[in-house]
């Protein structure tokens, strides 16, 4: 459905702008209207001591000279009648007096009256009403706007305030409730699997999901020296609505509950707004519907109501915008796969903002370093998805496995096997995967991911249709192998979605290439339609989940192709998925080790981090070995700090926040076994090697390593005794332990080691603390009143909050 302004009767348009008061005329449209046409300033000068005019702006000429503009504006229409509200010798009063006063004029200082006087009504000004006050005035700087002039001009530079015709919330939350809710139905092919697959936000059967924030400031009171807030923010994602950044981004690894968690925040905005307790509507999209040059997004989001709705008006006006009554959730700007059209999406979102500062965006993405890069990602207010513990593992299993027929107690049972899974730290989706797929083989535990997620799209793929006493009209190892072809497919062009008919296209050419005579219209409606991996919009297809696309993607690269991906954070997970699937294949693995060298500065740390994920799932890799890679890993990772962050003349304008940053983003690739069990060989093989700072980058990541592996001892002793010249390190070790204490599942043991080695730390990291302080704060950016500025240290926020 397309929203044409245009489309809309000149009689409602008519009639909508007669509807408006005469504030609301002047707040909703003159004043932006005008403003969108070239003009500024746009003072209000309504009351007692308006003289004339309504409010002021300036324009400038062909000359560039700053000119005033003076606006008296009238509800209805103006004509020789009597009647008070259109009584011409009241405006003509007020038109002579804007004529002859004079306007004082900040730059550069001055008074003088204006070079344009405009009489702007929300009616018509009929004929001999313009001539009597051209006659009685007789002054060419007057000019006149009615409503037929206004309606041309509100199409072409402002035709959101037409969304504002007819508005019906009711209809559209309704159904947006109902589509956040919906279950599978058999028609649709997956069953009770496929229906667990979908994000669960409602309130029976959502398990709430958390986000956190690191206040890494000093925290104290000026006069108290006491501190005034926990160094970590942990809060429900509900909890976000209350927030009042009015642009936020929910950062969060593969299957960490981004989706599920803006889901959620959509459901609960919709039931405040149908039960009154809150007028604020929200609206999903995802984040490559924004990532076209100039994207009208109010037009989207407009259309996207009516989609939803199933009606032709949509479910917010220009008022609901400049009060702040809309919340834009856009998911996975990962998922757009260039650095180009992620800054699209950007900009097309500060476009938007910039007009109405009151809307709110939220912006959910995985952690890349890229993101860091994004122009303008530092006006966001940065919020991380929790890990999941325990006890919302198991809040997850029984609200998912009724019906499943798994018993509660082997659930359990395998759930703590499941948190030794190599690849991936349980997340909502992994113990969704495996209870979707438990009742297959119970008795066999995958030994990573790649397994875990091959058992569970081989059920997707054929044994619901078993289950059902359908007979298969193809075996699920050939729907295996073409998901593969068209996933690599995809992930090479940098799609996320296909049109149906080129999707039937490839499939036909790859098996009439490979000899095979098949039914593809059937073949594809298995896979599409009743496979449950994938959803429809409008012809186009896409994944269920982009984890998908890459765990089929991942499997179908060719061993050739690693060497050149490995690169390359579109590629990261589908790699790890491939050595899932190769867990023996040592030699590439030391391949690629070996090609590290070849590469330098953010292409060498995007490779070490690739290589270090893929070699945990390695898992039937010879232990010695295996510490051969692990060495070279380190190696290549000191290496990249020490060309990225070495050398500080040649450093960006936040080095500390950039070097966390780059902590942050690569500390998992170093959360392998063998940095726990070859402790000895690892610092016997990395003595030696390269100058002071390559030697002490090593033993950085070597402490890393046994921290995110939990070896929490060992990493004290050797934190004690490292000291680096780059204090940068020890405030990311700092950093790390504070994320174990609060944030990771781990005995209280384990809390109070990491609380041993952050208190350590801190003496020796607190300079530095005040300047990740200084450095965030000094280039956080907030819109307000259609500019952009630097936050003080002193406004009521969160000083020196980390984006963690």
Known sequence: MTLDPKAISRFKKDKHLASLSEDGFRDQVVRPLLLRLGYSDGRDLCGPQEEGKDTIFSYADPLRNDNICAVQTKRGKIDLTSRPSTNLHATLTQLQTALATSIAVLNP???????????????????RAKAEIVATLSDPRLAFLDSDDLIPLIDKHMPEFWYGIDTSKTPYLSKLIESLTAESSEKEGAGQSFAILRAPVSTERYVPLKVYRVNIGTNQNQHTHKKSEDPFEELPVAALIRKKEPLQLVVGEAGSGKTQSIRRIAYVLSQDNLNGSSPIVPVLLRASELDKPSADVLAILAERCCQVSCTSTPAFSVEDLQAGRLFVLVDALDEVSTQARRQTVLHNISSVHSLYPMMRFMLTTRRYPWLNALEGIEGYAWYRISPI???ETKEIVVRLQKGQGLPESKAKEILRRLHDVHGMQLNPLLVTVFVASAGAERSDIPANVTELFKKFTELMLGRWDES??????????????????????????????IDVEELRRFVREQLITRGKQTDIESL?????????????IGSEVEFSHFLLQEFFAGRGLEEAEIGTVLFDDWWQRAVVFYFGENPSKIALLSTCAKGLAERNGSDLAAGSTTLGLALQ????????????????????????TVELFGNRAEQGTRPVLEFVGFYLYGRDSVCCDVGQIEEKAICTL??????????????????VGLLECGQLDRALVRAKGFAPGDLRMQLALHLGAMIYEHVRVSEKTDKRKARAISAYLAPKVAALREVIVKEFTSELLEVRKGKVESIPMSEDRDDG????
Request: proline fraction near 4%.
């Open 617 to 640: 799932a390695c898992y039937l890799v010879r232990l010695d070995e295996k510490v051969e890679v692990f060495v070279s890993l380190l190696r290549s990772l000191a290496r990249a």
């Open 686 to 703: 990395g003595a030696g090697e390269g100058n002071k700072e390559m030697l002490q980058a090593f033993e950085f990541w070597h402490i």
């Open 524 to 536: 594809v409606l298995e896979i599409v339609d009743r496979s449950g991996l994938f959803r429809v």
């Open 468 to 497: 059902k006493g359908f007979s298969e009209q193809h075996h699920a190892p050939l729907k295996d192998f073409v998901l593969r072809l068209v996933a690599v497919r995809m992930h090479r062009e940098r799609k996320t979605s």
């Open 109 to 127: 200082p001055r008074k003088e009256r204006p070079q344009k006087v405009i009489l702007c009504a929300s009616g018509t000004i009929s004929h």
């Open 801 to 804: 909050t980390l984006p963690a």
């Open 389 to 391: 513990d325990w006890k």
